[in-house]
């Protein structure tokens, strides 16, 4: 296992995360206690150290699991947890992204974490009610109380994401580092906004359900369907043909297809990518971490990339037109060399 930084900052994080949605069996899925410590014991063996979870993950299990898992070596493991999502049914004040839920969220996962402080607080999910500055100051109060010392953004739109950022910049407050969102072959309308947002603030991006929910791995070319959500995106023509094509790849590759899938979310865009990757079962985890012995070859990206394509919409679609760009660079745009982009 190799490392990165996480975001602008020392934070040093593994470059695979592990998810741990799936430690407990309170939704009628997921794995118990023991088959989650094999999972965990499996990553961090091969040199793991970031841990992903959440105060909703299996009503509390997950953030108990993980919290034994740690215990007794806490500060090796990079542990990030989430606020927004509900802890009560039927009480507003116990989900979104406001203070007194955040407060209360933080302290509860401190609990069940039974640790003395997070070290990437994730918001879960944009509720479009909260103010920025009232989660921003909030989110400065609990570091600066040490309770949580960095802080991503998870499922939000880029425009909000941009506008917290200057204003915690601005106002010297700490800026979110991390970017979590849905990515893989089969859900690429991210690229258009949000990971060059994410490049341009030196946001680390942690793809959730690279491998859109098990269909990459093929399983589901083969009548399995498991606990699969979302068919008309993941199951439709086009899910269908990628995963075909991920699938011969990675025979002509002599690898597995997660292992393939996984990596071109790692390479695709030659940006921090660290993708999080859950199992249920140890064979999965390992299976997984057979990722980090090779890299796709760039004419067989460029194959996946192909059939997995995506249209732009407006304004990136028409300023990538080649009359647009024409003339706006004088119809010399190849010599143009610049990192930045």
């Excluded at 600066?144 to 941009?162: E, F, K, Q």
Aim: some cysteine; charged content about 25%; aromatic content about 10%.
């Amino acid at each position: 296992m190799n490392y990165k930084l996480f975001g602008k900052s020392g934070l040093r994080v593994a470059e695979l995360s592990l998810g741990t949605m799936g430690f407990g069996t309170e939704w009628k899925w997921g794995c118990d206690k023991d088959i989650s410590k094999q999972i965990f014991d499996t990553y961090a063996n091969a040199g793991g150290n970031f841990i992903d979870t959440a105060n909703r993950y299996t009503e509390g299990t997950s953030e108990k699991f993980v919290g034994d898992f740690i215990a007794k070596d806490r500060d090796h493991f990079v542990v990030a947890t989430k606020y927004s999502l509900r802890d009560r049914s039927g009480d507003l004040n116990f989900a979104g992204n406001h203070r007194k839920n955040m407060m209360r969220s933080v302290k509860e996962s401190l609990w069940r974490l039974n640790t003395d402080y997070i070290d990437v607080l994730w918001l879960h999910i944009w509720d479009s009610l909260t103010p920025t500055e009232e989660i921003l100051k909030g989110l400065e109060d609990l570091i600066s109380r040490g309770l949580v010392h960095y802080i991503g953004i998870s499922d939000t739109p880029a425009w909000i994401v941009s506008q917290a950022n200057t204003m915690a910049e601005l106002r010297g407050w700490n800026q979110f580092i991390g970017l979590q969102i849905e990515y893989s072959l089969i859900q690429r309308t991210v690229e258009a906004e949000l990971f060059p947002m994410a490049k341009a603030y030196g946001m680390t991006i942690t793809p959730w359900a690279p491998l859109a929910g098990g269909a990459l791995t093929g399983k589901y070319l083969k009548g399995d369907r498991g606990r699969l959500v979302d068919t008309s995106v993941r199951l439709g023509e086009r899910a269908t043909n990628i995963t075909k094509k991920v699938v011969e790849v990675a025979g002509r590759l002599g690898v597995s297809a997660s292992q393939l899938a996984i990596n071109w979310t790692r390479q695709h865009k030659n940006q921090s990518v660290i993708p999080i990757v859950g199992a249920t079962k140890v064979a999965q985890v390992e299976d997984v971490l057979g990722c980090l012995n090779f890299e796709i070859p760039s004419d067989l990206m460029n194959e996946l990339n192909e059939v997995s394509k995506v249209e732009l919409p407006f304004p990136q679609k028409f300023m990538n037109e080649p009359g647009v760009l024409d003339v706006l660079f004088g119809g010399v745009r190849d010599s143009m060399k610049d990192s930045r982009y």
